[in-house]
């Protein structure tokens, strides 16, 4: 008996060397690629489920992937992930589906493979949208934040299922309320699919000292109260991009999107359309 999956199943693109990233769409225009953070059971569905499909309503078209290693996309064997194969993922997929003039839209994870995207691509990306992205602090630094610390914590206690996934999350929204049981029983499925290495420590370099080379413009986001990735990072934004605007949310922890959906689509498409 087909056991059914935890998230919808969307599209699949083959991008070579026998791996494939999956991904959801709707819509049609310019392409807004949703890029979701790591964590146990992250995928870009589950992450962007509530934003994707204003942007389509909007006149775009939506395209969310799994990140390889994440979701429903193919699971590299390897010892250690880094922001490179991540890149060459979403490359992969770029090209596949023939896209031009894209827009990156990242949270966390999500974010520093939208950074290192532009970085490597500069003429394949338009805009840029970023929710407490990494890569823009030292390795130390996000090891040090409460609740990476946490999640590392909760993966070597050995708990699993739904009861982990709720104590990883729990510091991930201001408001423990949104963390609903729709959420953790989405991810728990995914997570006992994950390899060791998204489970682990994942090599992304501090990008901090190249944003200045970024040639488009960027719309950032940062929840005062975010635990995973600390606040300072939006004065980095805002000291190295040469065309940005940082929007700081109080009563926001790390999922913007998520904890304050209705802004977060309105000022996103806002950008995307005015400018």
Partial sequence: MHTPLPIPEGRYADIGHGQRVHYHEAGSGQPVIFLHGAGAGASGYSNFKGNYPAFAAAGFRAIVPDLLGYGLSSKPDLEQYDLDLFIRGIKGLVDTLGLRDIVLLGNSLG???????????????SRLILMAPGGVEALDTYLAMPGIANMFAVYQSGKTG?????????????????????????RAPIAAMQTQAARSILKVPDMTARL???????????????????????????AGCPSVRVVLVNRCGHWVQVEHRDMFNRTCLDFLQHG
């Fill in 162 to 186: 739904v009861e982990a996934m709720r104590a990883v999350m729990r510091m991930q929204l201001f408001d423990p309320a949104l963390l609903t049981d729709d959420i953790l029983e989405e």
């Fill in 111 to 125: 974010g520093a493979v939208a950074l290192g995207y532009a970085l490597a691509y500069p003429a394949d990306v």
């Fill in 212 to 238: 200045h080379e970024l040639r488009c413009p960027v719309l950032g986001f940062w929840g005062v109260d975010d635990q995973f990735n600390p606040a300072s990072g939006a004065s980095k934004l805002m």
